[in-house]
């Protein structure tokens, strides 16, 4: 048996790796690298969760002020004395003085803690229904409800413990240290029932509003000529159709806003929807009672006032007692 003589198979095997890289190398180059690429790109669904928490996060820093003074006023009750309801400036003015500026900023961390990983799970189940039910098409203007609608349903259930947290945060009425404390305390004095209270309301507000705006932001982006307006306009185009869908499906879901905030406030109180609806309803009938009891106190008799001006306070306050 003949043997290579010493250091061919070296020679071999050396020109052999340089062959095999320069052939890597053209095939990288020709475009066979798309799959390594592929799979070091971050998945579409795991995309769309983080998009969506940044998002999110943004979002809670700019407008966790107005979240905080709407819980305020929708559980701020009118003076007996008062000519009217306290509003937004008022209330806004009230906080900076009593509590300071940073106090508008009341309860962020839970509403962190609720919207990024809320927001997340949000677009990625958005993300996973339009690749099975939608493919190469836009949704028609019921299937954009009903997309909107699971996809926050799915995401208001997975964060509702958090969202009580939140939601008594920003009433200002609560001294919890932390989020984590705060959903130890409740599941301790509470229970389960106490984390998920409101979760009727906060279904009939979050799922409807999301399946409203997702709708109407689909169809007014589909309405406008985006082929004619310049690449740069499309962020403000977009933003103009935020902001009116934002506006219609808030309005279209307010009473039920007002009804989850007060359920999760008072879980005690409250053991049913229906029980909120009735307090609500009553109180906000007794209150324009009282305003306008008071408004005639202030007229005088000879314009159109029922009650002397110079009644006595014992009567006057029977007379509120009566209005309730």
Aim: proline fraction near 6%; glycine fraction near 10%.
């Amino acid at each position: 048996m003949r043997f290579p003589p010493p250091g061919l198979a070296a020679r071999i095997g050396q020109r052999r790796r340089c062959v095999s890289a320069s052939r890597r190398a053209q095939w990288l180059r020709g475009g066979g690298g798309g799959m390594l690429r592929r799979e070091a790109e971050m998945h579409p669904v795991l995309k769309a969760f983080v998009c969506g928490s940044i998002s999110g996060t943004c979002s809670t820093l700019l407008f966790q002020p107005l979240d905080l003074l709407k819980t305020r006023l929708q559980t701020l009750q009118p003076a007996v004395k008062g000519s009217s309801h306290a509003g937004m400036v008022t209330l806004l003015f009230r906080v900076v003085r009593t509590e300071s500026l940073l106090g508008l900023w009341k309860g962020v961390s839970p509403s962190f803690a609720r919207c990024i990983p809320g927001v997340g799970i949000y677009f990625s189940t958005l993300y996973v229904m339009k690749q099975k039910f939608l493919v190469d098409r836009s949704p028609t203007a019921l299937e954009s409800v009903l997309l909107g609608v699971t996809a926050r349903a799915v995401s208001g259930v997975c964060m509702l413990p958090v969202t009580v947290v939140k939601t008594r945060y920003e009433s200002g009425k609560f001294g919890y240290g932390s989020v984590y404390g705060a959903l130890k305390n409740i599941y301790q004095t509470e229970g389960v029932r106490g984390m998920f209270s409101g979760l009727t309301a906060t279904l009939l507000r979050d799922a409807p509003f999301s399946g409203i705006y997702l709708m109407f932001y689909t169809q007014t982006k589909n309405l406008t000529p985006q082929d004619q307006l310049d690449p740069v306009l499309m962020p403000l185009l977009n933003f103009g159709c935020g902001i009116f869908a934002g506006i219609l499906a808030s309005l279209a879901t307010q009473p039920a806003d007002v009804i989850k905030t007060h359920m999760q406030l008072s879980p005690q109180k409250y053991r049913r929807t229906s029980q909120a609806i009735a307090f609500i309803y009553k109180s906000s009938v007794c209150s324009h009672k009282k305003l306008e009891l008071e408004r005639r106190l202030r007229v005088p008799e000879h314009k159109g006032g029922h009650i002397p001006v110079s009644i006595s306070p014992h009567r006057r306050a029977s007379c509120f007692q009566a209005a309730e």
